[in-house]
């Protein structure tokens, strides 16, 4: 065509469409218009044959956007969060974005400088997990009306929507479920410092066990919970022995099996055990490990809802969300 760069003009030439029909296709724009989807085909495989690549500062020119959303969490190692990554870079994808991660290693006071320099970039918006449970809008560096969402975090702050599990409500659906087996006494591993989900998890089985509760309260780490396996499982204080032991997070599970094994136990009708969060190991494990599985789609697709609709109108206050989770039985609980 020559030309360097294929340009809309040229993909509308080519399709005998308008540019801006082509436009609102490749961006994913289509604000009410409707077009048939041999339409979109015929639009994106021209795009591919021609080598169209959109001109990106043009673009931010014209409609003062990057198309770059900032996403802050603690973590990359925990399975969760790299589900909740991969679920939300795709889906905003979809939308027609590209998604900047960083991490803050768990690192409250590193997050305000991530937070800076994602701003520098001219990201659209924001979504954040934070490594604290209170933040306020000042210390992370953000305008009132700038679009973010905190997603897994509930009530860090009223400034920022949030979209988080019903921890609560989930702990007490398995915490019934135990108590109808038979079970009296349960171990709990929590790790409440920081992270009011963990909090909300055992108030769900408080509200079942009552005094039949043996807790651990630990940093949320792989070898605090191994270490605390041989006292609390010999706890005796308020009644018998745990017949249940039950991990609020999945770094706490992950410790309890390596400190359930070294003990020379196992899962079995002496000892019954529950996991919160989905992880590999759960499935493959023996006998398998029944877990609280968070809702990873739905919590992605609440949070890109109110994420887009702040984007469109920063001056809204948004809405708090609360996500179902569902439980896998397994045989770890008898």
Not at 88 to 93: I, S
Not at 99 to 124: T, Y
Not at 229 to 250: D, F, N, Q
Not at 314 to 325: F, L, S
Request: with cysteine; net charge neutral.
């Amino acid at each position: 065509m020559g030309r360097n760069r294929v340009t809309l003009a040229d993909l509308a030439r080519d399709l005998s469409l308008s540019t801006c029909t082509v436009s609102k296709i490749l961006n994913r724009s289509f604000n009410g218009f409707t077009y048939s989807q041999e339409t979109i085909r015929r639009v994106e495989e021209c795009a591919q044959r021609l080598g169209y690549t959109a001109n990106t500062q043009a673009r931010s020119l014209r409609t003062r956007r990057t198309m770059l959303i900032g996403f802050v969490l603690p973590s990359a190692q925990v399975a969760l969060f790299g589900a909740l990554t991969d679920a939300l870079e795709l889906a905003l994808r979809a939308k027609g974005y590209q998604v900047l991660i960083v991490h803050s290693r768990n690192d409250a006071a590193a997050e305000p400088e991530l937070i800076s320099a994602l701003m520098a970039r001219g990201i659209d918006g924001l979504v954040w997990l934070p490594a604290t449970e209170s933040i306020t809008m000042e210390q992370a560096g953000l305008r009132e009306d700038f679009p973010a969402v905190i997603l897994d975090r509930p009530f860090c702050t009223d400034r920022i929507p949030f979209v988080a599990t019903a921890n609560i409500d989930a702990a007490r659906e398995v915490a019934e479920r135990a108590y109808a087996l038979g079970h009296r006494r349960v171990a709990i591993l929590n790790a409440p410092e920081g992270d009011r989900s963990l909090r909300e998890r055992f108030e769900g089985f408080r509200e079942v066990f009552g005094d039949g509760i043996v807790c651990a309260d630990l940093p949320n780490e792989v070898a605090a919970a191994k270490a605390a396996i041989p006292g609390l499982l010999r706890s005796r204080k308020g009644g018998g022995r745990p017949s249940l032991l039950v991990a609020l997070s999945e770094s706490l599970a992950i410790g309890a099996i390596a400190g359930v094994r070294d003990l020379g136990l196992n899962f079995s009708g002496e000892l019954s055990f529950i996991a919160f969060d989905d992880f590999p190991l759960a499935e493959h494990w023996t006998p398998r490990i029944t877990v609280v599985r968070q809702d990873v789609e739905q919590l992605v697709r609440e949070t890109v809802r109110l994420l887009l609709a702040r984007i469109k109108s920063p001056a809204g206050t948004g809405e708090d969300v609360r996500v179902k989770a569902s439980v896998e039985w397994r045989e770890s609980v008898l």
